[in-house]
Nanobody, 121 residues
């Protein structure tokens, strides 16, 4: 599967952005999807993800209550709605796809190219 993320940009503190990730292929619904980010000088961390069944969503503590992950299998797209953005959310955001059961924080097999989100203070 190939992943194409979009929707990043510059936003002020407290603002909102929605990221989208379009996946190629006809088996999108079979993949466990997630969003991860990498800030300058920091390791990549996953901030939101689905369970393999798609029935559960998970969030890092740093974004819980502010970010929402969703997916539209008919459009082969996964979204990340980000609200109440903070300067520390500044990072390159990647969508990721995993095969089968796995840890939403670490287990992904495919990665998109990333989209930059910059939150100004």
């Amino acid at each position: 599967v190939q992943l194409q993320a979009s929707g990043g940009g510059l936003v002020e503190t407290g603002g909102s952005l929605q990221l989208s990730c379009l996946a190629s292929g006809r088996t999108f619904s079979a993949y466990r999807m997630g969003w991860c980010r990498q800030a300058p000088g920091k390791e990549r961390e996953c901030v939101a993800g689905f369970s393999w069944s798609g029935s559960m969503t998970y969030y890092a503590d740093s974004v819980k209550g502010r970010f929402t992950i969703s997916r539209d299998n008919a459009k082969n797209t996964v979204y990340l709605q980000m609200t109440s953005l903070r300067p520390e959310d500044t990072a390159v955001y990647y969508c990721a796809a995993g095969r089968g059961v796995g840890d939403w924080r670490t287990d992904y097999d495919y990665w998109g190219q990333g989209t930059l989100v910059t939150v100004s203070s």
